[in-house]
């Protein structure tokens, strides 16, 4: 068991397109955006089953920003920056050597949240040591908070992601009020190590309060113990390329294959009181002996994409795992805690997975995708929300639907129900005439129920 108030610290650190979230959760509000999601997934897909290689040819972009994020131009300084919505997507990019500003307006009673995912382009050099910093800021440049996010052991280029926050809270009286705020976004580390120019997803969400003020102190227990990895067997889901068309994994086995230097995004629904845990296995190869530092990064987000821990092993051809370490119940009480893991644990709605296989790896292993595995446990009861006095921005993103809870409570993992037995049927031994077909289906049923419906 936890106990923070002995003074015990938790070690460590460190999203099928989604149904129903893959635009909501980062301001995508129309049926469109969904599409598209589903389109990335039977893309990807089809790339990775026989017959897809037409898909897969060129080099594939190491992540896939959101088809409806808003492009915004970073200001240089303060006084020129372009406004942050709430509930929003952005595109933009990210120069070495250069602080880029962005405004956010904010009422006096809502917490907001901006992370931003910095992408460099394959074959970037990178140091461990490089990465982005993101920093919310009051009108007197002070921070409210800042987050840091580096290559660390796998030093290879891969999406990286850093948040930061405004939060009403008395112990930063300064960032209470209503007024504007400033975000801003860098690079960290050696400016002459990546000199290029990355390209940038910003993602802005707001917090209203509670109805009711409830206990300001963390859960002073939790369990703590590493649960047996999930058994059982596997069924195919092959990861997105980015947030926005992560895919959706809950209780249960899942594999997949991947390819030196790409990332694979899933999403994990998880309910107030859920507990999760993660194992990555990466499977033997027939290539020759070498060793791969840093060759597995295992990542987990929250619904605001702030990074709550990661984890990272290296490779020399035989079966490898890394799990995160034991994370606690989502609770709204864990912000209050003083471990960042911890901390991170503060909504319901959807968490991020994000599996990196190092670029270094094919030099002594091959460019051919290796066999990944995840284990997935999903344990604890639901519980009810703590009662929010408005809404949020996005409208739905610390919420869970009755589809997502299917998934959390392992649908589809009996041999591959829902949408892992669309995917496969849409791309199947089907010409592409009939997978535009597909897509197109699935957006129109979309967007009718769409009618319808730190």
């Known amino acids: 068991m936890v106990r923070y108030d002995e003074g015990r610290r ?40 026989p017959g897809g290689s037409a898909l897969a040819a060129g080099t594939p972009s190491p992540y896939a920003i959101a088809p409806d994020a808003r492009p915004v131009t970073a200001a240089t300084d303060a006084a020129d ?38 992408i460099p382009a394959p074959g970037t050099t990178v140091a461990a040591g490089d990465g982005v910093k993101v920093s919310v800021q009051d009108a007197d440049d002070r921070d409210c908070s800042f987050g840091i996010e580096t290559f660390g052991i796998v030093r290879t280029p891969r999406p990286i992601t ?58 002073e227990a939790w369990n703590s113990t590493s649960p047996e990895p999930v058994i059982g067997g596997s069924v195919r889901r092959v990861g997105g390329t980015g947030f926005a068309s992560a895919v959706p994994v809950g209780q249960g086995v899942w594999n997949s294959g991947i390819e030196p230097g790409r990332t694979l995004f899933y999403e994990v629904p998880l309910d107030w009181g859920r507990q999760l845990s993660v194992t990555a296995e990466l499977g033997g190869s027939n290539g020759r002996d070498g060793h791969v530092s840093g060759a597995l990064n295992l990542s987990l987000y929250n619904p605001v994409r702030g990074i709550v821990d990661d984890a990272s092993t290296s490779y020399n051809g035989r079966q490898e795992s890394v799990e995160l370490g034991p994370l606690p119940p989502v609770a709204y009480e864990n912000r209050y805690a003083v471990p960042k893991r911890v901390k991170a644990m503060r909504f319901a709605g959807s968490y991020y997975l994000a599996v990196h296989l190092a670029a270094d790896v094919a030099e002594m292993y091959g460019d051919g995708p290796l066999q990944l595995t995840l284990r997935v446990g999903v344990g604890g009861a639901a519980e009810a929300g703590p009662g929010y006095a408005g809404e949020s921005e996005p409208g739905d993103v610390f919420q869970v639907a009755e589809g997502d809870r299917w998934v959390a409570a392992g649908g589809g993992a009996d041999g591959g129900g829902g949408d892992a037995a669309m995917t496969v049927l849409a791309v199947s031994g089907i010409g592409m005439g009939t997978l535009v077909l597909v897509v197109l289906g699935v957006w129109t049923v979309v967007a009718r129920r769409r009618v319808g419906a730190w």
């Open 162 to 219: 850093a948040w930061a926050a405004r939060e009403v809270s008395s112990k930063r009286p300064r960032c209470e009020g209503a007024g504007t705020y400033y975000v801003t976004v860098e690079r960290v580390g050696t400016a002459d190590s990546a000199p290029d120019i990355w390209d940038l997803e910003i993602f802005a969400a707001s917090e209203p309060p509670l109805k009711q003020a409830g206990a300001t102190n963390p859960p």
């Open 10 to 49: 938790v070690m460590g650190r460190r999203r099928t397109a989604r149904w129903r979230r893959a635009g909501m959760r980062r301001g995508h509000h129309s049926a469109r955006a969904r599409a598209a999601g589903v389109a990335a997934l039977l893309l990807c897909t089809t790339a990775a089953l």
């Open 81 to 118: 920056a372009a406004p942050l919505v709430p509930g929003t997507t952005y595109k933009s990019s990210l120069a070495s050597g250069a602080k880029s500003y962005y405004r956010l307006d904010l009422d006096a009673t809502s917490d907001a949240y901006v992370s931003a995912t910095a």
